[in-house]
């Protein structure tokens, strides 16, 4: 999916554009509705509107045919000719010049490219909303496309934007724009998305995002990142369910190299393959759904590609290597290590 505005200076730059191809065809306009009204008049009785937008044409192209309203031996016909042309041509290059910068210079595509995105944006629904542009941002980001799932970034800085592509070398929603204004993730389609994950460079403007979100979707998964431990319990009571310190993360990281770097080596190698990589996900049963009501056995007998690590239910009891005979009740969560494609597979059947 293509560019909403991609980036604020294109946005920008299509504004002016189309503005300022707008105001000369009005000048335009006016200059022949000038002629023709002065013309109407200078001709008189024997000439009606027809005649007078036709010399009017014909002055301000200077195609050089015939004249259908008589100007030589008429002074102020002459006077008015000349004050026509004058005026007219100056307009003529105007308007023509800002025409050809708005087709030739890419700006209907820029039109177009935006307008796309925002359908695109506006018929999405279950995705997750990434605010932010950095480094984290890009993480998440990457891990979103590498696992098929849809996905919206909002970012103010149009510049960490095209880095941000660029660094990915694909492209994918976008809307520019600063992430705590309602209006700037009403565009993003937070009413209608899974989460959203609040990465931008300060804690404030986290908490700020976060209280927002929440507050234009109470059914939102919230996730944002801390810098400062100080922030965490502000980022929890404005609406955060989840708080990352990448401190925090980064220790773990160490010591886990330290201990058990099989294992940070096989999650490493996960995450850098992409395609039909493999990941530990989770997938909540839904009431109703077809997989209500099925044991563990049933699930890893229909052909998901994925292998069931863990179950927990609504009340929030775990079973670790679940037995084939688990019954998968509405609202358990199903933790399994499977492939994009087994995901969305089990997805559609755990739906409600």
Known sequence: MRGIGRYQDEVTGVQDSIRATLRSAVMLLGVFLLGTVGYRGLGGADFGWVDALYMTTITLTTVGYGET?????????????????????????????????????????????????????????????????????????????????????????????????????????????????????????????????????????????????????????IVARCLEAAYEPKLRRAGADAVVSPERIGGLRLVSETVRPTVVSFLDQMLREGGNAWRVEEVVVGAGSDVEGTTVAAVRERGFDLLVMAVRSREGEWAFNPPDSLALTAGAGVIFLGSPDGRASLEVAARA
Do not use: W
């Not at 565009?187 to 209608?192: E, T």
């Open 69 to 221: 309203i008589p100007v030589a031996g008429r002074p102020v016909a002459q006077v008015f000719t000349v004050f026509l042309l004058l005026s007219g041509a100056g307009t003529f290059v105007y308007f023509f010049s800002n025409l050809t910068a708005f087709l030739v210079e890419g700006t209907v595509q820029q039109v177009f490219r935006r307008r796309h995105m925002e359908r695109s944006i506006e018929r999405l629904e279950q995705h997750h909303v990434v605010c932010g542009a950095g480094h984290s941002a890009e993480a998440v980001v990457q891990e979103l496309l590498a696992t098929g799932r849809p996905l919206v970034v909002v970012e103010e800085n149009a510049e960490r934007v095209e880095a941000l592509v660029a660094r990915l070398g694909q492209d994918f929603p976008l809307v520019v724009g600063d992430a705590t204004e309602d209006d700037v993730l009403q565009k993003a389609g937070v009413d209608r998305a899974q989460s959203l994950v609040s990465c931008i460079g300060n804690d404030k403007d986290n908490v700020l995002v976060v209280f927002t979100a929440r507050a234009l979707n109470p059914n939102l998964r």
